[in-house]
C-alpha cells in the first residue's frame, strides 16, 4: 500500500487493481480484481476510481478479490450533500446503472440540481469523496415520510478498467477504541 498525497485520503493508503470482470446488468453487482490477500487486501475495504467510490471488498483469495459494487441493491453508504451538509442514505434501486438513489432525507428544500454527493466519514472510505451528482429534488416523500432524489454516479461503471483499494491506516486503532465506548 502507498500513501496517497492527497489531502482528501489523509490517515489512508491505497494500491492500484484492475477490474477482471464487472457487471452492471444484474440487480446484485460485483467486480473481481487482480489483488487480493497477498496484495495485502482484506474484506472491507473500500474500492474507489479517480471518479469515485466503486464499492467495497467482501471476499478475497491469495490473488483475487471480489467488490460488492455501488450497483448492488445490499450496497448502502451513509452520504452528504456536500454544499448543505445534509445527509443520507446512497442506495442503488436496480434499473440503470448510471443512477443511484439517496434517501432518509428530511428535507429537500435547500437541494439543488448540481449539487455534489460524497462520503461521510467511516471506516472505509474518506471523507468529501465524490459519489454523484444531484439530478433533481423528489416533491414526493416516502411511507416513512423522508425524502428521495436521484443521484447521477460520476463513474462511468461499463467502463471500469481500473481501480484503487482503500485501506484506512487507522481501523484497527478505531475499532479497540469504539469497542471500549461501547462497553
Not at 482528501?8 to 453487482?29: Q, T
Not at 448492488?72 to 454544499?83: G, L, P, S
Not at 445534509?86 to 432518509?104: H, I
Not at 478498467?161 to 487507522?170: A, G, L, R
Request: hydrophobic share 40%; glycine share 8%; aromatic share 10%.
Amino acid at each position: 500500500f502507498k500513501i496517497l498525497f492527497s489531502a482528501i485520503l489523509y490517515g489512508f493508503s491505497y494500491c492500484s487493481a484492475n477490474v477482471l470482470n464487472n457487471s452492471v446488468n444484474k440487480e446484485d453487482n460485483v467486480l473481481i480484481i487482480n489483488k487480493g490477500e497477498r496484495g495485502g487486501l482484506s474484506t472491507d475495504m473500500g474500492v474507489i476510481s479517480p471518479q469515485g467510490i466503486v464499492g467495497i471488498i467482501t471476499d478475497v483469495s491469495p490473488n483475487f478479490a471480489i467488490v460488492k459494487s455501488v450497483l448492488n441493491t445490499e450496497f448502502t453508504i451513509a452520504a452528504k450533500i456536500k454544499r448543505t451538509g445534509e445527509t443520507g442514505v446512497l442506495e442503488w434501486n436496480g434499473k440503470n446503472y448510471k443512477y443511484a438513489q439517496l434517501s432518509d432525507l428530511t428535507s429537500v428544500e435547500d437541494i439543488k440540481k448540481g449539487d455534489t454527493l460524497v462520503t461521510q466519514y467511516s471506516m472505509i472510505f474518506p471523507a468529501n469523496y465524490p459519489i454523484g451528482i444531484i439530478e433533481g429534488n423528489s416533491s414526493e416523500q416516502a411511507i416513512s415520510g423522508y425524502h428521495i432524489v436521484q443521484v447521477r454516479l460520476l463513474n462511468d461503471f461499463n467502463k471500469l478498467n481500473y481501480v484503487y483499494v482503500v485501506k484506512n491506516n487507522y481501523s484497527e486503532e478505531l475499532k479497540i477504541l469504539q469497542k471500549g465506548a461501547d462497553n
